[in-house]
């Protein structure tokens, strides 16, 4: 038994998508998720992801794997063969990656960019909204393998409240923004174990826990 029918109760009430993140964890924990009624599950790695996941088409029903980590330029290829989303674009170069393996294989991949909201220097994403809306700029007119589905940001390390809320709200004033953009644009991936309940109150649409369903990482 995982945690995840009380905490997607709860997620669902509020209209959002919860995430199951199995990174570190084994198969075993992710199929018993899947009977617990979980269906899209968060990876950081891509090696992780290809030696975890059965190949798509060869998943259990209705089974998604999204990329939720880092993405290195050499791992683009496996990851757009692989990945039913990718969440943490956070450059131009990577964009243009990830557009050029997409077309290599004929696919058109769902992706969000990522957004620093925290201002930390060691996090990953686009550090201003500007330069986050010219990459979503971009992608929409420049990338026709790619479908802008929206922003991910990760909180703020630490449990402070206040600078929760501010990289929060921060976050989606750039996801109101980036909306008038395209109608694609749907998704707003914010909260973690720690945070989700904060997040849901500044809109999110998608939370990614992954601790406070399989428990501690090893
Ligand atoms: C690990 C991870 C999560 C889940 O973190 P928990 O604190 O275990 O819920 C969410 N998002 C990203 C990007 C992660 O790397």
């Known amino acids: 038994m995982t945690r995840y029918k009380e ?13 199951a993140v199995s990174k570190m964890h084994p198969y075993d924990a992710v199929l018993e998720a899947y ?3 979980a269906r899209i599950f968060g990876e950081n790695r891509v090696q992780e992801l290809e030696s975890k996941f059965p190949h798509p088409g ?29 969440e943490s674009v956070d450059s131009l170069p990577l964009i243009e990656k990830i557009e050029k393996e997409a077309a290599a294989i004929g696919r058109r991949i769902d992706v969000l960019i990522e957004v620093n909201s925290g201002g930390e220097e060691q996090k990953a994403g686009f550090r201003s909204e500007e330069e986050a809306i ?49 109608d694609d644009i749907d998704v707003l991936s914010m909260g973690m174990s720690s ?18 369903i399989f428990g501690e990482r090893s």
């Not at 905490?7 to 995430?19: F, N, Q, T, W």
């Open 7 to 19: 905490i997607a109760r709860e997620v669902e009430a509020s209209g959002a998508v919860l995430v």
């Open 195 to 212: 945070d989700w309940k904060t997040a849901l109150e500044y809109g999110s649409t998608e939370v990614r826990i992954g601790t406070a």
């Open 58 to 86: 060869e998943r259990p029903e209705g089974m998604l794997v999204y990329l939720i980590g880092q993405l290195q330029r050499n791992k683009v290829r496996k990851a757009v063969e692989l990945a039913d989303r990718i």
């Open 134 to 182: 010219a990459a979503a700029s971009f992608i929409i007119a420049s990338c026709p393998h790619m479908r802008l589905r929206g922003l991910m940001t990760v909180g703020p390390l630490g449990f402070d409240d206040d600078k929760n809320r501010r990289a929060f709200s921060y976050a989606k004033g750039v996801f109101e923004r980036m909306k008038g953009l395209s």
């Open 35 to 37: 009977s617990d009624g």
